[in-house]
C-alpha cells in the first residue's frame, strides 16, 4: 500500500533557508543543504526547495545548492522558485533535482507545462499554485483564485480549473499552496484541497498551515492529500518528522517508518 | 567498473552519484565498447516505452544490452528499464527487447485499493515489497523497507520464478525481476534512501548468478 508523504519545504534565498509569514517578513534560519541532510536522516519522504531569491542573476547560487544537496540525500527533491523556461528546469534536473515545480510562469504561460512534460517526463513536472480564497462567483466558481506574486497579484482563474488543466498539459504532481494558511500554522486549506485530489488523477500535495500533526493527519486522511508539505512545525522544532510520522502511523494513516 | 547505459532517456546523474556514493567507479556511457568492458551494467529509464526502444535501436545499444546479457554480466534494470526487457509494453504497444518472457502491463482503470478506494495512475511514492523468493540483491533488505516508485506500467513475466517481490497497489504487481544474471526493479533505488542503497550496494557486489 502507497504511503502518504511528508515533505519539508525550505525556502531559500541567495543560498539561505528562511521562513516567512505569508510571504512576508523572512528571517534566515540556516544551511539549506545541512537541513536537507537532516530532514533525510530523520525520515522524509521527499524534500522541496523554494528559491525566493530576487534577482535571476543569482540563480547560480541555487543551483550550487542543488548539486550540493545531491550528493547529501537519495530521496527525490523538488525545485521550484523562478522557473520560467526549459532551459530553467534542465539545470536544476542536470544538478540532481528528481522534480521541478512551476508556479507562476505556468499561470502566464501554460505551454511551459506541457514542453517540460514532452521534454523531461510528466514525473518532473510540479504545478505549484498559490490560491486565496474569494467569494464564489461564475468565473470563479470554486471560490478559490488563482494568485501569483506571493497572493498579491489575482489571476482571475478558478483554482479547481486550473489543477485540471495543469493536469492535461501534463503535470505530474500538484502541489496546492494556500495563502490564507501559509506560516500561520493553524491548519491546511481543507475545503479546496480534498476538492482538487477528488477531480485530478495526479496527486496532490497539500502546502501552507501546519502547525501541529492534527493538522497533518486532517489533510492527509479528510483533506484526501496525497503527501504534506510541512515548514515551520518542523523547521523550529514543534515536532521532528520522526514525530510526525511516529503519531500519523499509530492513528492509522499509512507512512514509510523504516529509514 | 559499472556502466549506467545512457540511451538518451532521462538524466541518469542521480544512478551515477548513488553508486559513487558507494564507492563503486561508475561511468555513465553510450559506448557499446565500453559497456561491453565494464564489469557490470545499469539499465535504467525514464519517459515512455515507444521513445525508448526507438532512441536504444537508433544508438545500437539494445545490442550492447543483449550481449551484456548473453557475456553473463550482473545486469540491473531500474524503472523503464526493467519493462523494456520484456517482449512487449502495452504502451502503444510496443515491440521491446524480448530478454525475459512477458510484458509491461498498465495498471487497470479505474483502480480501487481495498482500504484506500480509488487509486491513483500514475503510482506515485514510496510502497513496500513482498519478497517472493530469495535474491542476492535483496540481502539485508526488512520487512519494513519502502522504496520509491513513479510509473503507470509494471513488469509482468510469463514464468512466475522472475518474480522475485510484488507490491501492492489496488493489484499486486511484480516489483523486483530476476531471471538468470539480469536483476530488474520497478523502483528508483538511488532515490529511495538507505534502503536503496543497501540494494544498489547489494548489485555492485552480486556475481551475477541467480538465486535458486
Given at each position: 500500500m502507497l504511503s502518504k508523504r511528508i515533505i519539508p519545504c525550505l525556502d531559500v534565498r541567495e543560498g539561505k533557508t528562511t521562513k516567512g509569514i505569508k510571504f512576508e517578513e523572512n528571517i534566515d534560519i540556516g544551511d539549506p543543504v545541512e537541513m536537507a541532510r537532516f530532514y533525510y536522516e530523520e525520515g522524509a519522504d521527499e524534500v522541496a526547495f523554494y528559491d525566493i531569491t530576487a534577482s535571476s542573476d543569482r540563480r547560480d547560487i541555487m543551483i550550487d545548492v542543488v548539486s550540493r544537496v545531491a550528493r547529501e540525500i537519495y530521496i527525490p527533491f523538488c525545485v521550484g522558485g523562478g522557473i520560467r523556461t526549459l532551459e530553467d528546469m534542465r539545470a536544476v534536473l542536470l544538478a540532481g533535482a528528481e522534480k521541478v515545480s512551476v508556479n507562476s510562469a505556468a499561470v502566464l504561460n501554460p505551454r511551459i507545462i506541457a514542453e517540460g512534460a514532452e521534454v523531461f517526463g510528466s514525473q518532473c513536472i510540479v504545478l505549484g499554485m498559490d490560491v486565496k480564497k474569494v467569494a464564489p462567483s461564475g468565473r470563479i466558481p470554486s471560490g478559490y483564485e488563482v494568485v501569483i506574486d506571493g497572493g498579491r497579484t489575482r489571476m482571475g482563474r478558478d483554482a479547481l480549473e486550473w489543477a485540471k488543466e495543469a493536469e492535461s498539459l501534463g503535470a505530474g504532481e500538484i502541489c496546492l499552496n494556500s495563502i490564507d494558511a501559509d506560516g500561520t500554522q493553524e491548519g491546511y486549506e481543507m475545503t479546496l484541497t480534498p476538492l482538487i485530489s477528488e477531480n485530478v488523477g495526479i496527486p496532490v500535495i497539500a502546502s501552507g498551515g501546519a502547525g501541529n500533526i492534527d493538522h497533518i493527519y486532517d489533510v492527509l486522511t479528510r483533506g484526501k492529500a496525497d503527501a504534506a508539505l510541512v515548514a515551520s512545525v518542523v523547521h523550529y522544532g514543534t515536532h521532528s518528522i520522526r514525530q510526525i510520522k511516529e503519531e500519523l502511523n499509530r492513528r492509522g494513516v499509512k507512512v514509510r517508518m523504516a529509514w | 567498473m559499472i556502466a549506467v547505459i545512457d540511451y538518451r532517456v532521462g538524466n541518469l546523474g542521480s544512478v551515477r552519484r548513488a553508486v559513487e556514493r558507494l564507492g563503486f567507479p561508475c561511468k555513465v556511457t553510450g559506448e557499446t565498447d565500453e559497456i561491453l568492458s565494464a564489469e557490470r551494467v545499469i539499465f535504467p529509464g525514464v519517459g515512455a516505452a515507444g521513445k525508448a526502444m526507438e532512441c536504444l535501436r537508433e544508438t545500437g545499444l539494445d545490442e550492447a544490452v543483449r550481449e551484456s546479457l548473453r557475456l553473463g554480466k550482473p545486469i540491473l534494470g531500474i524503472c523503464l528499464g526493467a519493462q523494456v526487457i520484456f517482449e512487449r509494453s502495452e504502451e502503444n504497444d510496443t515491440l521491446c527487447?524480448?530478454?525475459?518472457?512477458g510484458k509491461a502491463a498498465r495498471f487497470p482503470e479505474p483502480l480501487y485499493g481495498a482500504a484506500e478506494g480509488l487509486l491513483k495512475v500514475p503510482h506515485i511514492g514510496w510502497n513496500g515489497v513482498i519478497p517472493q523468493r530469495q535474491h542476492p540483491v535483496l540481502e539485508g533488505i526488512r520487512a519494513a523497507d519502502e522504496f520509491y516508485f513513479v510509473h503507470s506500467y509494471y513488469p509482468l513475466p510469463e514464468d512466475e520464478e522472475n518474480v522475485i517481490t510484488l507490491t501492492d497497489y489496488g493489484v499486486r504487481f511484480p516489483s523486483v525481476i530476476g531471471c538468470r544474471n539480469l536483476v530488474a526493479v520497478q523502483f528508483h533505488p538511488e532515490k529511495s534512501g538507505t534502503a536503496g542503497l543497501k540494494l544498489l550496494r547489494n548489485f555492485c557486489t552480486w556475481d551475477g548468478r541467480h538465486a535458486e
Open positions: - | 527487447l524480448g530478454l525475459i518472457k
